[in-house]
Every structure is written in structure tokens, then in C-alpha cells.
């Protein structure tokens, strides 16, 4: 009873309250870096440094008035920010934060579930998200949100497909789809996969980057071009969901990228026994300081880098990254049979 | 604007679509309209709109008196002020045959060249911004801001100094000045390296830039483009060697100019003015005479009649002033400006003409147009 309903369900709780709040501060963090990047200093007046400025942030936001355009196709308009939110927090459920552990007298695993198409699960429900983004520029019913809306569906199609070829890769160095049991593979092999798949790698961070909808790919919402993309109609909480489920995205593709490249809650190089000191660390420590790495790199990319445009973004999904993609594919599946 | 349909075989309709940027849009550099007609994202054709930020500057200064000219001179490039100031000045002591002395003439470089380096600074910013760059802009503020500073020092105003009166100067320059310039260039220098650094060999740069906007040198002298935009396509003119004013004469400094004539050409343009203009500052603060700061000038200004042009070279290209004075009243009989920005912008509708969206900011960025100069 306890192991199959009671502990899961304190599992959710943690795990969705502790996700609503890293999105949060997530935004604040990006603001802080930005800040400091710039030679500013950021939010300062709530709260001392500024780290009430998230609560503040979201009392604003519910407290404005909600406004539906006339023109706006309703019912559209209201699903999309929750089609845009929801599939970024599910997706939370397979991502391994740490492994089993002892926790008053009951095995807890630190992952909601462990399914075994995991990956798969990942990919699927990341890709539902898009609609949010297609659907809030086509309910708008102006101009500009449905330019936005355009770029954002042709480019999120070109970069799903490189990314999802890596992910074949790593399964095929893991040969296997669950989460927990690549963090395992890389366990048993004595590599993260970040250096065995260098390649793979970098496509996916890349395709990451696209995916997000972040700079230097960020031209659905390209605020210098297209006044704020899909969410131009969009205001108060809606407007709000949009935010944080790019946040929770985020945050969603450095936790996939620390399990699959980075070995997850693994300490650094887990077979050599003269650094197991390390291991004092608990796992999920390890876990949440490479997702933060993830994180910091996301921001810093978006304060230096200037933005693409949206040929030229095609271009490289189609004509760069694919073909590596495939390539590298290829290559781990040959390599694979001939150590066989 | 109506929407006309386009037939592409049998099989589909396609519909251009009408898409009004500005005059409420964070990219069109204040309140520039302009409509643009698409395909996909690919401009059809334009429509600039301008007159959103007209206050009949020229009529006025009809009812005003020479003197007073210069502070609405000041509203024209509420950016480039100083340079405004210059030539308003320039063009009445030309029509009165006033001589201004030397020390005069040098710190009217001085000021016109530090106002070069702040205007380009903000162009430099926002244009990196319209890009996607954001970074670059809050550098380049932070640096304009020191330029503000002497500015502040030196006639007590931060944006529409005023700074400059027929004849002379209001002022001399206050004591140790001259030692903040100095230091000032220095800084200057290191920071437009950094500027370089983030944008000149950034290969998101280079796609967004290259090959964006080419206009040709005969193209651009049609369209009657001046400054930056007909430098980057070769020709090298620059009313500061071709026609000196102020003390340009005595200055050393090279005029770069581009090969391509596309957006990146126009940055570097105005990147390596950066570095002259400081050449420039240093040359005439290390250089800077004695002498009175104000010529023989009639307290009552009152011009014999007849008419004149006289242009100065502006960060956005040649600022010219034709003013008329019919001998008799205080104020002139007619008073027309040349902006730069005026005539940089006819280029616009050429330029972003099959183009993406995207470039169509980068194009208006590259112009570096001021609507308080377009509109007058």
C-alpha cells in the first residue's frame, strides 16, 4: 500500500513543486547572468538580491486582466498555453534524479517512474508541447503570431529529427530505452556518453537549443522582428504559462542531457577507484549540478550569441545536422557489431 | 492596402500578405512605418510611412531669431546634437562671412567627433540588438554614457546641448577637460576591440550581415544615399575631407570605405570611424591652440541678404543646411535641412525588397535612421 501509492504520490508532489519552483528561479538566474554578462546588477529590489523577485513576478501576472482578443478562435486560445505547459511538466516523470535509496525503512527510487520506453516517452510528449506554440499563433488571429507560429513549426520539425537520430545512438551504445537503465549502461561501461558520442553530443545540445525555441534559434518569438512571436496576444497568466513551459523545457533538455550524456546522477569517471571520494556527494546532487551546468550554458549562449535567421536555421537542420546525425548513427552501429 | 491574389498553376491560390510594421514596433528605431508586403516571409514590396514625428521645425525657425535656431537644431538628431549645432552655426557664419577663431574650430571638432563616437555607439547597440545580439548594446551604452559625461561637463546638458553659437562657442572649455578626452580615448579605444570581438568574426554575425541589402556605389549615389550606407559601397565621400569644415582641415584621418555594399560592409564602416574619430579627438586635444572662443559677431544678428548652403558631414551622412535671408528681419526667410536620415531612408524600399522579415530589420538597424531628423 505505502510502497505502491503513498510513496509515488509524495513523489509527484515533490517532484511538480520542486520543478514549479526551479522554473521560477530559473528565470530569475537567467535575469541574474544576464545582468552580469551586461555589467548590470540585475532584480535588486525584492527581497534582498532580488530573490523574491519570481513571487512578485507571478502575483503580477495573476493579478492583470485576462484578455482574449475578439477576433480570437476561444477555445484555441485558452488550450494552447495549457498544451504548451503540461506535456514540459509530464515529462518530468521519467527523468532519473538519482538512484534507489534506503529512505525510512523503504527502497524510494528517486524518479517517478522508470517505464521502459522512457526515451521514447520523452520525445513523444516533448514534441505534443509544439502544438502549444502552432495552435496560440494560429488562435490569435493576427499577423505577426501567425508568422511566429509558421517559423516555429518548420523549425521545430527540422530539429526533431536530428535530435531524435543522437537518441537512437545513445540507445544503441545502451540498448536500451528506459532512462535509468542508460544512466546504468554508462555505469557499467565507465564513460558518460558525452565522450563516447561526442557527436551526438553536440547535435543534441544544438537541437536542444532549437527545440527550447532559445537563442540563437529563438525566432518564433523574435522580439526585434516579430514583437514577442507567438505570445504577442497573449497576456497575465496565459501569457505566463508560455514563459515557464519554455523554462520547464529547458530545464527538461539539460536533465535529459546530463542522464543520456552526462551520466546522470554518476559521479565523475565512476570507475576510477582513486576518486571515490567523491561519492560522499549524494547522487542527486551530481544530477542537479550538471542540469545547473546545462542551465548556465543555455543563458550564457542567449547573452553573447546574435540570433539566426530563419532560412539559414533550416539550413543547418537539414543540411548539417541531419546528415551528422545519420552519419554518426551509422558509425556507433558498425562500431557496435564490429566489437561484437 | 488591399491584399491581390497570385496564381501558382491551377492547383492553389496563394495571398500576399499585408503586414504593417510600425509605427509601434521596437525595431523601426521610433515611429518609422513601414508596410510591407509578403510572400511567405519574403518582402514583395514596401511602403515606408513616415511624418509620425513631424513638429515643423523648418517653418518655425522661420519665426524664430538667428539664435534661437540652434536649440531646435538640437531636436532634429536628438543623438548626433552637437553635430546639428555645428552646422546650423557653420551655415550662418558663412552667410555673414563671420571668422571663427582656431580654438573655436577645434573644439568644435572635438565635440563633433565625441558625438560621432556616441552616435555610432547607439547604432552599433541597437542595430547588434535588432539582430539578436543583445549584449552589445548595454557595452556601447555604458560607453556613450562617458561621452555624456564630458558633454555634461562641458555645457551642462546630456542630450540637446545647445553646445555651439554663430560665431564661436558659448563657453570655453572647463579646466582639466581636455586630460578626461585624453583618457577617455583610451578607454574608447580597448572598448571598440570589445565590440569587435562579440560581432566582427561571429559566424552568426557574418550570415545575418553578409550579403544582406547589397546596394551597388552608382546605385547608391542614384538613390542619393550619404554617409556609412554610400561609403560601405565604395564611394568615398565625406564631406569632412572633400568639403572641410571646423578644423578637419588640419586633421590626419582616413575614410574607409566597403567593397561589397552589403550590411556587414556598412558595420565595418562605421566600426573603423570608431577609430578615426578617435585619431581625430586625440590629434585636435593634443593640438588645440589659445585664443579667443568667439568671433566678431553683431549682437544683433541679422544676415545680409542672399542664401547659402553649407554641409557637414553627420554619423548618418551629409547634414546640409540651406538657409535664405532677405536682409531684413531677425529671423530668416527660409530655412531647409538636409537630413541625412531623410535621404538614407528612400534607400530603404530598394533594399529590403526580397528579403526576409528578419532582414528587414537589420536593414533599417544598417541605415541608422533618426525619426526626429526624417520628420522634422
Known sequence: ????????LIKIVVVLSATLSAVAYSVLLERKVIA??????????????????????????????DITPVRADKWVFTAAPILSMVPALIVYAVIPFGP??????????????????????????????????ILAGYASNSKYPLLASLRASAQLISYEVAVTLTLVSVILMSGSLSMVSIVRAQESSGMWYAFVQPLAFGIFFIGGLAETNRAPFDMAEAEQELTGGFHTEYSGMRFALFFLAEYANVIVVSSVATALFLGGWLRPFPNVAMLSFLG????????????????????????????????????????????????????????????? | ?????????????????????????????GVLRVVLRLEGETVVDSDVVIGYLHRGVEKLSE??????????????????????????????????????PRRARYIRTILSELQRIASHLLWVGTHAMDI?????????????ELILDLFEEMCGARLTYNSMRIGGLPQDVPPGWDKKVLEFCTIMTAKVGEYEQLLTHNRIWLERTKGVGVISGPEAVALGLSGPPLRGSGVPRDVRKDEPYAA???????????????????????????????????????????????????????????????????????????IVSDGKSTSPYRFRVRPPSFCNLQGLRRLIKGHLVADVVALIGSLDVVLGEVDR
Open chain 2, 132 to 144: 539578436g545580439a543583445m549584449t552589445v548594446f548595454l557595452y556601447a551604452f555604458r560607453e556613450r
Open chain 1, 36 to 65: 552580469w554578462v551586461q555589467s548590470r546588477l540585475g532584480p535588486m529590489r525584492v527581497g534582498p538580491y532580488g530573490i523574491l523577485q519570481p513571487i512578485a513576478d507571478a502575483l503580477k501576472l495573476i493579478v492583470k486582466e
Open chain 2, 1 to 29: 492596402m488591399e491584399t491581390s491574389t497570385i496564381h501558382h498553376g491551377a492547383m492553389f491560390d496563394t495571398e500576399e500578405l499585408v503586414i504593417n510594421m510600425g509605427p509601434q514596433h521596437p525595431s523601426t528605431h
Open chain 1, 100 to 133: 534507489t535509496v534506503q529512505m525510512f525503512g523503504h527502497p524510494v527510487s528517486l524518479y517517478v517512474t522508470d517505464i521502459n520506453v522512457g526515451l521514447l516517452y520523452i520525445v513523444s510528449v516533448a514534441s505534443v508541447g509544439v502544438y502549444g506554440i
Open chain 2, 248 to 322: 578637419y582641415d588640419e586633421m590626419q584621418f582616413d575614410v574607409p570605405v566597403g567593397t561589397a555594399g552589403d550590411t556587414y560592409d556598412r558595420y565595418l564602416v562605421r566600426m573603423e570611424e570608431l577609430y578615426q574619430s578617435i585619431r581625430i579627438i586625440r590629434q585636435a586635444t593634443e593640438g588645440i591652440p589659445e585664443g579667443p572662443i568667439v568671433g566678431k559677431v553683431p549682437r544683433l544678428i541679422k544676415p545680409p541678404a542672399g542664401e547659402t548652403y553649407h554641409a557637414v558631414e553627420s554619423p548618418k551622412g551629409e547634414l546640409g543646411y540651406f
Open chain 2, 63 to 100: 519665426n524664430r531669431s538667428w539664435t534661437q535656431i540652434v536649440l531646435l537644431t538640437d531636436r532634429l538628431d536628438y543623438v548626433a546634437a552637437a553635430i546639428s549645432n555645428a552646422g546650423y552655426c557653420e551655415t550662418v557664419e558663412k552667410l555673414m562671412s563671420v571668422e571663427v
Open chain 1, 1 to 8: 500500500m505505502i510502497d505502491n501509492l503513498v510513496i509515488p
Open chain 1, 280 to 340: 560522499i556527494v549524494p547522487g542527486w546532487v551530481w544530477f542537479l549540478l550538471k542540469s545547473f551546468f546545462f542551465l548556465y550554458v543555455f543563458i550564457w549562449v542567449r547573452a553573447t550569441l546574435p540570433r539566426y535567421r530563419y532560412d539559414q536555421l533550416m539550413r543547418i537542420g537539414w543540411k548539417v545536422l541531419i546528415p551528422l546525425a545519420i552519419g554518426n548513427l551509422v558509425l556507433t552501429g558498425i562500431v557496435k557489431v564490429l566489437l561484437m
